[in-house]
């Protein structure tokens, strides 16, 4: 029977230290597979260190999980790209989210997963990506399910597929803070406002729409991304990962519940119901369908699963 | 001896391009007319009998024509980015501006001689990246990103093989180029999938009682009042609320304007300074050529003599988004 591993993305947000070990504790007794490490979105951000994610890494391995560390999406000073040169000591399994990344991998002949950021649309740039030593893709979000679909089977063969299934999508990167911008700060003396702001800062219209969230250097939509209807559908398109986007509260169950589907314990629109006291906003699925990717569409797809 | 320095200009019409050659462009760069490039508008752009027509008027006067396939060929859609490149290539360019890795690729094994630059949609910001595209498809200069200081595109330009290019004047794109979706989230289209951000079949402006509001699918991106002057709707430069404080979330309607790094620029190392703009009119395309040609050819011969003439910022504000300008990630506090 065709399923998919699930997997649980970087951290996006910035957390104190002690949560942030609080919460990869919780992970390591979750039923997630996979687990992403790291800082990718801001390099100021240092509550945790280089070792602090390897310690949690180890913790994570011994409780069999396959451990990725992630990359930083945007670097832009040297030494942002003495971090990135350091993520490949050891041999470490790296999720590669800058082409700068894939350079450092290709050259270390190293095995990488291939980030959602590399902007990887068509069969032959992932044809390139699988020659050059990736091993799994995440598509970028904005694919509908004919894309993925054609995308999965092309690669089939070469790459595992990797979807962004549940929480905030990453949508844009910018020089700028927009956190430290709110309060009228520069990124160089952002004094960490982000911690304060531990699932970000949300954007609303003029006529009070919620329609973003501020995450530092990363706008995300405010809508969270909710596929479990839809697995399903992903599972028939022939998607070997199922990924889920850590929010500070209700991460583990959000895991059970895309467990429980994929166990078939749970009907996908149950699942997707039960979600409805755990997502941090009301859930979208719109690039999924074709179609804008604030919308949600109802799924309607029955398939041989 | 100096390197040289080259002006590279916009042209989404025939007409543009010779104004833009006739006003003192070293380069123009163009798109065809569909979502192979990122300035995928209705009525814009060039089919192969313009192209030549362009190529030809720019080659007699020993100017260069670069065609920008800066888009990302989409899943079941490679053939029609690959037919692009051939038709560009016979006729004649002298170089594709291409971000996509596959489509680098296609290019670099069919046409082994041509010229390939990596697109600023490549999203290529440090000499690590460059390294990549080079080794890779042999290319031989890149578009940064507006998102690196003055020193940080010094530090790249130092390290790298790969002649750099950056933007001097334009639209100010505040996301990484390339790695923004704000569009498709409100639109479903966006740069990377439609070659379009902001596109105009979402776009409506409503009079609401003395406001003016502007929207994309129906999401509100910004409300003016009598007399303010209203801009086009994109999403980075709406007025959003944030902690029940109104104001441009992420930045305010403005150009990027450079000038004064211009001797800056040059002295770095930098090859080339890109004008954004295939969409704008080419009386829009003359001025902004016509200002830019005079301040290199200043900062090319005397660069210690060379300071900002107040004519030519008065010159680029006229034409300028907002009518305001600034120098963007290039100067550090701006982010």
Known sequence: MTTARLSLGPLLYYWPRQQTFDFYDE?????????????????RRHELDASDWLTIGQK????????VYSSQVLLESESDIRRLKSLFNNNKYIEANDMSAVNLATEASLAFVAGMTLNLYNESALALMAKKGAIRWVAPVELNSAQLGYLVRAVASTLETEVFAFGRMPLAYSARCFSARHINRQKDSCQFVCLDTPQGLDVYTQDNEPFLTLNGIQTQSVKSCDLLADIPLLLDLGVNVLRISPQAQHTP???ELFRAVLDNKIEPQEAFNRANSLRLAAACNGYLHDKAGLDLVASRHVGSY | MALPFELVCPAGSLSALKVAVDNGADCVYIGFRDDTNARNFAGLNFDDVTLRQG?????????????ALNTYPQAQGMKRWQSAVDRAVAADVDALIIADIGLLDYARQQYPEQRLHLSVQGSATTHEALAFYHREFGITRAVLPRVLSAAQIAAVTRQTPVEIEVFGFGSLCVMVEGRCLLSSYATGDSPNNHGACSPAHAVRWDQVGQNLETRLNGVLIDRFAEGESACYPTICKGRFNVNNETYYA????????TLELLPQLIAMGVRAIKIEGRQRSPAYIAAVTRTWR???DLALRDSKQYIVRSSWTTELDRLSEGSQHTLGAYHRPWK
Do not use: W
């Open chain 1, 27 to 43: 992970i390591a007794n979750s039923t997630v597979d996979v687990v992403y490490l790291g800082e990718t979105v801001c390099a």
């Open chain 2, 250 to 257: 992420m930045e305010e309607p403005t150009s990027l304007n």
């Open chain 1, 60 to 67: 994570l391995q011994a409780a069999g999980k396959e451990v």
């Open chain 1, 253 to 255: 169950a959000i895991i």
């Open chain 2, 55 to 67: 190529i030809d008027y720019a080659h007699h006067r020993g100017k260069k024509v670069f065609v």
């Open chain 2, 294 to 296: 005079e301040a290199i």
